[in-house]
């Protein structure tokens, strides 16, 4: 069976488009990688303004439903809430490290060692508004751009520091001098950081069942509590917001964040459950975080990131 594999074109996620076309080759199939140029990666631009993170994917969508692809490998946190009508999000492989690092000059000294008045580049708002809570004393500074790109934007002296996934790292083999990783519990990750997705037109069966063989239960699970989570809050790109989950046996834990974009007035819970509630755990958490305020955030926040 002939697999063409849809990705965007950017070293992560070809090299997160191979290791998926490794596990299919090893089951079987024949796979054609098929790199796609999305308007994510043309923009130059404020991403918040021109639509958000789904310009990461609906080029590849649009290929898909127009049968160029069979199948597409995202990074799960790029995804929007609501796909396209007509695909399925059919499988989560096991799930790399979901936390986020700080990259600093200074060495592996956290956000507790940075300098007063240090720059740290990020363009989430995520990260922004969480690190401006813990740190009102440093200067978010808005870069773009790939995982290269912004390490030479350190290296160049731009910025002092610097926050990304560690996922997008570990994938990519590196391991800058100063990096530290943040516990999730105090830095609350993004909704399916770390984690993959594999899409596919819902009516492709061949496709389908080609993909569930590569599904990693506890990881599907983690992340369907998220992006629950996120539906029902309401929440999208304009929004400083944030969820995790973690699996233990038959038990899971989802964290989740809605913060003002400058880190203040955070509503934050945790709510636990069995596994296989996740999705109705995620639903139950968003509506005890609105029931405190969550939808004034959130209102506010898409005021204040509104191109003018």
């Not at 059919?90 to 720059?119: I, K, Q």
């Not at 790939?146 to 731009?158: F, H, I, P, Q, Y």
């Not at 002092?160 to 990750?189: K, Q």
């Not at 989740?256 to 139950?284: F, H, M, P, Q």
């Amino acid at each position: 069976m002939l697999l063409r594999v849809g990705t965007r074109g950017s070293a992560l996620a070809l090299r997160q488009a191979r290791q998926i076309a490794a596990e299919l080759e090893r089951r079987g199939a024949v796979v054609e990688i098929v790199p796609i140029r999305t308007t994510g990666d043309t923009l130059t631009g404020s991403l918040i303004a021109a639509g958000g993170k789904g310009l990461f994917v609906k080029e590849i969508e649009a290929a898909l439903l127009d049968g160029s692809v069979d199948v597409a490998v995202h990074s799960l946190k790029d995804v929007p809430a609501l796909i396209a009508r007509g695909l399925a999000l059919v499988a989560t492989p096991p799930r790399e490290d979901p936390r986020d690092v700080l990259v600093s000059t200074r060495g592996d000294v956290g956000l507790d060692g940075l300098a007063a008045g240090a720059r740290v580049g990020t363009s989430s708002l995520r990260r922004r508004a969480q690190l401006l809570a813990r740190r009102a004393d440093v200067t978010p500074v808005a870069i773009r751009g790939n995982v290269d790109t912004r390490l030479r934007k350190l290296a160049d002296g731009e910025i002092d520091a610097v926050l990304l996934a560690a996922a997008g790292l570990r994938r990519l083999g590196l391991a800058p001098v100063g990096m530290m990783a943040l516990a999730p519990e105090e830095f609350v990750p993004a909704v399916g950081q770390g984690a993959l997705a594999l899409e596919a037109r819902a009516d492709d069966a061949a496709a389908c069942a080609a993909l569930r063989a590569l599904d990693h239960a506890p990881s599907a699970a983690a992340v369907a509590a998220e992006r629950a989570f996120l539906v029902a809050i309401g929440g999208d790109c304009q929004t400083p917001l944030a969820a995790y989950a973690r699996v233990t046996g038959d038990g899971i834990s989802l964290r989740a964040l809605v913060s003002e974009v400058d880190g203040s007035g955070a509503l934050e819970d945790t709510i636990t459950g069995a596994v296989g509630d996740a999705a109705a755990l995620g639903a139950r958490l968003a509506a005890t975080l609105l029931a405190r305020g969550a939808a004034a955030i959130i209102a506010r926040a898409r005021a204040a990131t509104e191109p003018a």
